[in-house]
């Protein structure tokens, strides 16, 4: 190896991230997509997935941030991306036994951290969302609940990337780096970051790194 590369091994729990800090100049020509494992503690709802998918690529590809999305179960350990997060889905990932009252939840998603260091590891409650939502999603057509409801996921997930990307446990006052989310936030037809966080996010230090997964 380079001299020019830093190893750095973070586990989570059998797994180990091989995160290998290069030279600014790799990838000066051409930056490719960062890389997102997933992990379900049980399976999502196809729609669910879908929804939550577009908007998550949505709302991080108007700040040229591209997204590989796969399976943490399936990683082979040979790949290599500018930078990577893993994010585990608690709960059931559906909008089945919804009740006619909200729940307010705590936490909707989360970052780990080491030694005061936010690692590239995330998780996202499902069954929290969904309390926090369901009242709302009774209001809505059956039809139309499952996409609404992706599509809220996918800005809780949006916001635990821009800390795992950024580095940084900054909130700010507007937008999907918020501290705190209103219904409305989730429900709305359009949800984005601040033009402080769109900045920081563009610049985030993922633009010089790669990544290599082993386990």
Same mark, same amino acid.
């Given at each position: &190896?380079?001299?020019?590369? =830093?190893? =750095?091994?973070?586990?989570?729990?059998?797994?180990?991230?091989?995160?290998? @800090? #290069?030279?600014?100049?790799?990838?000066?020509?051409?930056?490719?997509?960062?890389?997102? *494992?997933?992990? $379900?503690?049980?399976?999502?709802?196809?729609?669910?997935?879908?929804?939550?998918?577009?908007?998550?690529? @949505?709302? &991080? #590809?108007?700040?040229?941030?591209?997204?590989?999305?796969?399976?943490?179960?399936?990683? +082979?350990?040979?790949? =290599?991306?500018?930078?990577?997060?893993?994010?585990? !889905?608690?709960?059931?990932?559906? =909008? +089945?036994?919804?009740?006619?009252? /909200?729940?307010?939840? #705590?936490?909707?998603?989360? +970052?780990?951290?080491?030694?005061?260091?936010?690692?590239? !590891?995330?998780?996202?409650?499902?069954?929290?969302?969904?309390? !926090?939502?369901?009242?709302?999603?009774? %209001?809505?057509?059956?039809?139309?609940?499952?996409?609404? *409801?992706?599509?809220?996921?996918?800005?809780?997930?949006?916001?635990?990337?821009?800390?795992? $990307?950024?580095?940084? /446990?900054?909130?700010?006052?507007? #937008?999907?780096?918020?501290?705190? *989310?209103? +219904?409305?936030?989730?429900?709305?037809?359009? !949800?984005? $970051?601040? %033009?402080?966080?769109?900045?920081?996010?563009?610049?985030?230090? &993922?633009? %010089?790194?790669?990544?290599?997964?082993?386990?």
């Amino acid at each position: &190896m380079s001299a020019d590369r =830093v190893r =750095v091994l973070v586990r989570c729990g059998s797994r180990s991230f091989l995160l290998l @800090a #290069g030279v600014a100049a790799l990838f000066a020509q051409s930056i490719p997509p960062a890389a997102l *494992y997933t992990e $379900f503690e049980q399976a999502p709802a196809p729609a669910v997935l879908e929804s939550l998918r577009a908007e998550t690529d @949505a709302i &991080m #590809g108007r700040l040229g941030i591209d997204l590989t999305w796969r399976q943490l179960a399936e990683a +082979t350990g040979s790949e =290599v991306s500018v930078q990577l997060a893993v994010i585990h !889905f608690l709960g059931k990932c559906e =909008v +089945t036994a919804l009740r006619p009252h /909200r729940v307010q939840p #705590g936490a909707l998603g989360w +970052t780990h951290e080491s030694d005061g260091a936010i690692l590239p !590891f995330g998780s996202v409650d499902c069954d929290r969302v969904r309390g !926090f939502l369901q009242l709302d999603l009774l %209001s809505y057509a059956a039809d139309q609940r499952e996409l609404i *409801y992706g599509r809220a996921l996918g800005r809780v997930l949006a916001h635990e990337l821009y800390h795992i $990307f950024t580095k940084s /446990r900054h909130h700010s006052p507007d #937008g999907v780096g918020k501290a705190a *989310y209103a +219904t409305r936030d989730l429900l709305g037809t359009r !949800f984005v $970051f601040d %033009s402080a966080e769109s900045t920081e996010l563009r610049n985030a230090p &993922m633009h %010089s790194e790669s990544a290599d997964l082993t386990h």
